[in-house]
């Protein structure tokens, strides 16, 4: 352990550098990364190596172990928890002695399944280039760098943006600190998963089983990307997530369309009906009651609202979208509402394969974004009530051969799983504390963003562990997250070193009631 | 030439037959028939046993040879004419000395394509069988029957009952009349087209060339199959076809239906508004004045309609329909109302390969039955004037990215190919003669259909040669007409005989003004 480090945990701060004065907590921390620049970027690499996919047991074990390892390494008391059926999660805690606070920190190592023909490189040999691939990004050896990467270089490898970033984002920052002589000013709680982009489906058993292990006075979820124009951001809130795939019903098997036409009942013209029951044109839901556990927007939340980047118009032009839904309300308070979304609709044929006939099925799949305070329960209730109301008989399983013939309308409604919204207060001093310590490692204001429009089982942590959560990604938005040739650019690593570096030396101090 | 034969067609009758004597005649052509049954089998294996798809030209040009060899055998002066860019057409020529009326006979020689591996045995390879394939029918040899071969009987092969049957049962039914000494008492003309499953593409040249040479006082068309009821059937029309492929416009590529849901416009759910706009859930169009054109019932179609068997009962228990089109309605009367079907509908994926993404396009294909007096170009336009009174911007082509930056609610309308409706009326002279004979040669009532649902360009015969045509169909409903295991039942085909000798036979007799 470096002597730095020990100090630092010792809660002695060195004379060479002062915690509470922003600039000179930056320039440490930037002078830090840009001498160990090349260093940080072969850690990040050797992890980047390890294939990730959730259901890649050897594997993810091994991502578990080399993190355990490294988070060792800086003083971290790290260890593996049992995952409750599911990937080892990784545990680490930093104690700083007389720390008022306890900070947890969220992240996951796994990483969406590769297909390897998709991607320029393989997914899990990293390769940096010196600029994007589609710009003719060229590759730059890692054992040897010239000189200090560039900010606009690319770090591409499966799990570089989404989620790896912030794991080494945080052993950086505890470097610098270290090498700055800067202390912690919170306690700190890592918990890093290793099933997320499988959907979590231990996370709430491992929390439940580790609720005093994990006892913290508010979390930070490391995941996503920062803003569109790059600016830092920080959100609040997701939304919240449930699915359902509709069948209607035709005759038996396929009719010829001239001898049946206009008599035989057309199950894509049927479904066509119920679609266009649930959502006007314009974007508002029909389904009665839909709205009524909307919460209403705090004034704090149309205020964050109204200082964000517009990003419509370019959005609208990259989109090539006349139009919006909701009378050109922007994005960003459009997505402070549900959303219902018609994923996919299939019957019969089109194009090349079609057939002069009648088809026999047709299916919808929707997805619903869930804000406060809906339930997933409550939206399959109302929903349900809809289609009764709108002269469709609702079955669960695939309907008899009796059943089709004495019952019209019929509908299938096979519902997904799901999880509620969450959106924490703007106002509340954690939330301050956080947006205040992300700005002075961001070096001036931040994007707020009440709620994230996708959906992360954020409520998980004040539901089980009773603490709030909120959101502060590091990763580029253009970072091809799930998709081929996944990347991070190298100035959102530097920055996000600076702000997590901030936060943790700064966090106690502007944490007040 | 048998002796029969020739003094048939010099118009003699010989003193064993009295042809206005409907029993007797019935009676003579099943006594030629019960003798000749495994001859006639073994000739319409011959016929079935060479390739018929229209694209295959060699043996294309072999079957029309087969026929016009065959028709010659049997006195009638019979050729090939030219295609007019199609396949050769069968043109063959019966004269009675002293005839007032000349029919024309239509029916075609190519079937649909094949797909060998659906089939139990080869599809060119016609096989005998003692019931039906599904009953466990057992094949029979054809070249050593034992006795007369059984009424419920099938003959398997492509083409069997679609549409060689007819070209086979007219050979036999002059054969019939030529062993009975029985006269035809029209001229003849017979028409057999190579390209009929192949949409007739040059259908209307063949007759515009040789308008002259196919000068007739009326036609019949035989294709099609017989009632459900297995009794014998007229149809006076058919209905009209044109199709239709839409196209309607999300985001340029599929959005995360998290970060996007409900803002980016979802083209699968305008799809299901056009489509719902379209047609209301009980059947009726809502295509602004889509029926002004539709000629009212006459009076003797009503009557007909009343007349016809009951199947609406059994066809919704049989494709497990709780509930029709049009409130109940039977088929026969809805099928008189132009049909506006939805063929398939597709966006984004449902399924298992179900995503959480906003899709970018979603397409829906129908097709259109149209009655007199509707014409596919007034249905076009219609159609069209709809999309637009109901906001859509309506483009042909695909839209490129300038369109669909600024025109909102674009529909891309490709309209395939289309032609007419065709009924002609129940109480002229023509359609009284040929129910009287029909009935006549069927022993009993006929089913008198006033149009089919399906479409066949029956319109051509009046428009070009400026005749009336009506349909007399001898196959099976249940032959398996475009599918795999086609076939002919063989009583279909016995009765088929004796239906088309008495046309011969009595037509002249019974067709008066």
Redesign the interface.
């Known amino acids: 352990m470096p002597v730095g480090l020990l100090l630092v945990l010792m809660g002695a701060a060195l004379p060479g550098a002062k915690a509470n004065e922003p600039g000179a907590l930056r320039r440490a921390v930037r002078a830090h990364v840009r001498k160990e620049g090349p260093a940080i970027l072969r850690e990040f690499a050797a992890l980047l190596s390890i294939p990730n996919v959730a259901s890649d047991g050897p594997n993810i074990q091994k991502n578990a172990d080399l993190i355990v390892e490294r988070l060792a390494a800086r003083g971290v008391k790290a260890r593996l928890l049992n995952g409750e059926g599911g990937p080892p999660v990784v545990y680490g805690e930093l104690r700083r002695e007389g720390a008022r606070r306890t900070l947890g920190v969220y992240a996951h190592y796994d990483g969406q399944p590769v297909d390897p023909r998709e991607w320029a490189g393989e997914p899990f040999r990293p390769v940096l280039r010196d600029r994007p691939l589609e710009e003719g990004g060229r590759e730059v050896d890692l054992s040897a760098l010239p000189g200090p990467p560039g900010g606009e270089w690319r770090l591409y490898g499966r799990g570089s943006g989404d989620d790896k970033a912030p794991i080494v984002g945080f052993w950086a920052a505890l470097d610098a600190l270290a090498a700055a002589g800067i202390p912690s000013s919170v306690n700190v709680k890592f918990l890093f998963e290793g099933e997320e982009e499988a959907g979590s489906p231990h996370l709430r058993a491992v929390l439940e089983r580790n609720r005093e292990l994990l006892a913290a006075d508010g979390w930070i979820l490391c995941d996503g990307p920062v803003h569109q124009t790059r600016r830092m951001q920080v959100f609040f809130g997701a939304?919240g997530?449930t699915?359902v795939?509709l069948t209607v019903?035709?005759?038996?098997?396929p009719?010829?369309?001239?001898?049946?036409?206009?008599?035989?009942?057309?199950p894509?013209?049927?479904?066509?009906?119920?679609?266009?029951?649930l959502?006007d044109?314009g974007?508002r839901i029909r389904i009665a009651g839909f709205y009524d556990d909307v919460r209403p927007r705090t004034e704090a939340e149309t205020r964050a609202l109204a200082e964000l980047p517009d990003v419509d118009a370019a959005l609208?032009?990259?989109?090539?979208?006349?139009?919006?839904?909701?009378q050109g309300?922007p994005?960003a308070e459009?997505?402070m509402?549900?959303?219902?979304?018609?994923?996919?609709?299939?019957?019969?044929?089109?194009?090349a394969?079609?057939?002069?006939?009648?088809?026999s099925e047709?299916?919808?799949?929707l997805?619903f974004?869930l804000v406060p305070d809906q339930t997933p329960a409550r939206v399959r209730e109302l929903f349900e009530a809809h289609l009764r109301a709108a002269g469709f008989a609702v079955v669960s399983d695939a309907p008899n051969?009796e059943t089709?013939?004495?019952?019209?309308?019929?509908v299938r409604v096979q519902w997904g799983s799901g999880y509620p919204s969450y959106r924490t207060s703007l106002d509340q001093p954690f939330s301050r504390a956080v947006v205040g310590a992300v700005e002075e490692g961001a070096g001036g204001p931040i994007v707020k963003l009440p709620t994230?429009?996708?959906?992360i089982p954020m409520y998980l942590f004040p539901e089980v562990l009773g603490a709030p959560v909120i959101g502060v990604p590091i990763a580029n938005h253009d970072d091809n997250q799930h998709a081929a040739n996944e990347n991070l650019r190298l100035q959102n690593l530097w920055d996000g070193i600076e702000v997590y570096a901030t936060l943790l030396a700064r966090l106690g101090e502007l944490w007040r009631e």
Do not use: F
């Open positions: 939304r997530v699915d795939e019903y035709g005759p038996l098997r009719l010829h369309s001239g001898h049946y036409g206009n008599w035989a009942v057309n894509a013209l049927s479904l066509a009906h119920l679609l266009a029951g959502k044109p974007g609208r032009h990259e989109l090539a979208l006349a139009e919006t839904e909701g309300a994005l459009r997505v509402l549900p959303a219902l979304n018609v994923r996919g609709i299939q019957s019969g044929h089109v194009g394969r079609t057939a002069n006939a009648i088809p047709a299916t919808a799949s997805d974004r051969l089709r013939r004495t019952q019209a309308r019929l994230l429009g996708g959906s």
